[in-house]
């Protein structure tokens, strides 16, 4: 639901699945990468040898600053875990993409990473799911 309804990831875009080692982000990785999309996997550093076993194009370890400044410029990001991660990684994001407009619960963007693309109109350009977004899907 992550993938196919809201980032809807085409071949070629580069997406960022935040807990990719967890089940929900597994799954995140995996639809979008049967989309074509260029999937970077985000863990914490200690994670990474597990997330290098994902079919992902890259991973990153989000808890390191230097790893993160290496992330190429992403059309969306999937975040299956929430918290300040997912403010920082704003800067990351492709400027004038049209689904940055999207609705989802995912916080504003914040100011401090105004000055990195001054002309950048932001509103929600992270989509996250957790508990409360899931459907009974038995």
Do not use: M
């Amino acid at each position: 639901q992550l993938l196919e309804e809201a980032v809807n990831p085409r071949a070629g875009e580069t997406v960022l699945v935040t807990g990719a080692v967890g089940s929900v982000g597994r799954v995140a990785v995996y639809a979008a990468k049967t989309r074509g999309a260029k999937v970077w996997a985000g863990v914490r550093a200690r994670q990474r040898p597990e997330a290098e076993t994902l079919d992902a194009d890259g991973v990153v370890a989000l808890d390191d600053e230097a790893d993160v400044a290496k992330l190429p410029t992403l059309d969306a990001i999937a975040d299956t875990v929430g918290g300040e991660v997912t403010q920082v990684l704003y800067g990351k994001l492709k400027p004038n993409n049209p689904r940055q407009s999207c609705p989802t619960s995912a916080p504003a963007a914040p100011s401090s990473t105004a000055h990195q693309n001054p002309s950048r109109q932001i509103s929600n350009p992270i989509f996250r799911i957790g508990p409360a977004s899931w459907r009974n899907v038995s």
